[in-house]
């Protein structure tokens, strides 16, 4: 008979790299508050994640940002990702209030905001994240009002190669993704792969095939998704231990200059 | 670890190369037995031709007969086929349930075109898998009404709405309330919070089964959505092979 874990627990340190806090405009998420976080993480045996407001993709990045460090007020268990939109943004104060918030990583989502993510446009913001180690999180698709934004991966791949020493996280590829994730990965060594919907079949296995265990972030697409879904089938892929403690929680630190 | 049975009711045979999905035995296999399922429901649903794809499916059955059980998929877009390929089926090759398309010829599953799927499935009690609802379907349409003419026509068909355990549909949740027959299976990539508890608790614990979509979709993401699900033990146990095995007389 197959063997399951009804009572599975982590046996690592977690460390979410995808997390949305905070309320929506365009519909009523299940939870948005920080104490419903805090029960969502408790229940999944997630120790921080890094959370980042809806509001700063939709409207004004400055003022999602703001609203999210509110939110977090100061519990350590909560570490801010700021959004950016490198064409509206002003640079001087964008920076600053990073420096201020002692942000690590950024967020952006340029076909949502409609910007071409080309040099010409993000390179000076990218310039600036490769000196300070920032590493950015690019989604695959943002989907606001039921419509769904695509990222463009000619873009990223023209773009990023130009930013050798910036770490880039491809968030929530589909497998819909698929076709072009992976050879974008396997031609850009700093770019890493979050895991939130990397639903195919034994994906961390194949992956490892062409690439190593510290670019593969767990993520969770809370509050779309639950926590402990990806952190049991990371236990249950015959990964060794190194790799999932890696994966869960190692690899984010790392790359925020925690670790 | 606890050990009871685990049955994946909704897994593809064949590659898939837009979306990555890569069908190996290795794979499957490999996949499985991290994931602690003991049996998974093969079907292949990718060629005109459905004969093709049911002997693959066979083929797998036949080499790994503890491991798979054969599901049969019928093309509609060949409808003089459909019986005599249903008779194979459940003939030599032994399936034990039957898997329809209904986006690869666009006309809905409650359209006379597939009444003779039905019949022969009806004679014989067997279980139907389809998409409960259809990309083409104009918004208007009601699943309810659609699967109370289904059950009113065919009384001894057990229907299986493939995905729509994932997700927090209240007319499919009142769908499987009212008629006997209609189960509800929960593989999807969404991994939608709270989709698997409202399954179970708006809808029957009892008529709820695990399915995988593997290998497009990964095993043990699948089953880890029944596993931290809010629901008790029991519920989960029914849900990850108990009704499955119910359904479909395995003997494992």
């Given at each position: 008979m197959g063997k399951v874990d009804l009572n599975f627990k982590p046996a690592v340190p977690v460390f979410d790299a995808n997390a949305e806090l905070g309320r929506r405009h365009d519909r009523r998420n299940l939870m948005d508050t920080p104490e419903q976080l805090f029960a969502e993480m408790a229940r999944a045996g997630v120790d921080r994640a890094l959370v980042w407001h809806p509001n700063g993709a939709a409207y004004d990045s400055m003022e999602g940002n703001l609203i999210l460090q509110e939110l977090i007020h100061g519990d350590s268990r909560l570490v801010p990702q700021f959004f950016c939109n490198p064409s509206f943004d002003d640079f001087d104060v964008f920076t600053r209030s990073v420096k201020d918030a002692a942000v690590r990583s950024i967020r952006m989502v340029p076909q949502y905001q409609h910007y071409p993510f080309r040099e010409w446009i993000v390179g000076p913001w990218l310039d600036w994240m490769e000196r300070e180690g920032l590493a950015l999180w690019l989604p695959a698709t943002y989907t606001v009002f039921g419509d769904t934004t695509e990222l463009d991966a000619t873009d990223v791949y023209d773009t990023v190669r130009e930013h050798p020493h910036l770490n880039v996280v491809l968030s929530e590829i589909h497998y819909s993704n698929i076709s072009w994730a992976v050879p974008l990965l396997k031609s850009l060594p700093n770019v890493h792969v979050e895991t939130s919907k990397l639903t195919i079949a034994d994906p961390i296995n194949r992956f490892l095939e062409f690439m190593d265990d510290s670019r593969i972030l767990f993520g969770s697409r809370y509050p779309n998704s639950t926590m402990g879904i990806h952190i049991y089938a990371l236990h249950h892929m015959g990964l060794p231990e190194s790799t999932v403690r890696a994966i869960c929680a190692g690899n984010l630190e790392r790359l925020l200059g925690m670790g | 670890m606890q050990d009871f049975p685990v049955v994946d009711f909704h897994a593809h045979l064949g590659n898939w190369g837009r979306f990555g999905m890569l069908d190996t035995p290795e794979l499957f296999l490999s996949c499985m037995d991290n994931a602690g399922i003991d049996v998974a429901c093969l079907n292949c649903i990718f060629h005109g031709d459905s004969n093709r794809g049911n002997d693959r499916v066979a083929e797998y059955v036949r080499k790994w007969p503890k491991r798979f059980v054969g599901a049969a998929f019928i093309s509609a877009n060949y409808p003089e086929e459909m019986v005599p390929e249903l008779e194979r089926c459940f003939g030599?090759?032994?399936?034990k349930f039957i898997k329809i398309y209904p986006h690869y010829v666009r006309v809905a599953h409650d359209d006379p075109l597939y009444f003779p799927i039905y019949e022969f499935a009806n004679e014989r009690g067997l279980a139907i898998m389809s998409h409960a609802r259809h990309y083409f379907d104009p918004p208007s349409v009601s699943v309810y009404k659609r699967y109370e003419g289904l059950v009113k026509r065919f009384p001894k068909i057990n229907w299986v709405m493939a995905h729509a355990g994932g997700g927090t549909s209240a007319e499919t949740a009142r769908t499987v309330r009212d008629f006997p027959t209609i189960y509800v299976e929960t593989c999807s990539s969404g991994l939608r919070y709270g989709g698997i508890e409202y399954a179970v608790k708006k809808g029957r614990a009892d008529r709820v089964l695990f399915g995988t979509d593997m290998p497009l979709l990964d095993a043990s993401q699948q089953l880890a959505k029944v596993i931290v699900c809010r629901i008790t033990d029991e519920e989960k146990k029914m849900v990850l092979g108990g009704n499955a095995i119910r359904l479909l007389n395995l003997k494992l």
């Open positions: - | 030599s090759l032994g399936m």
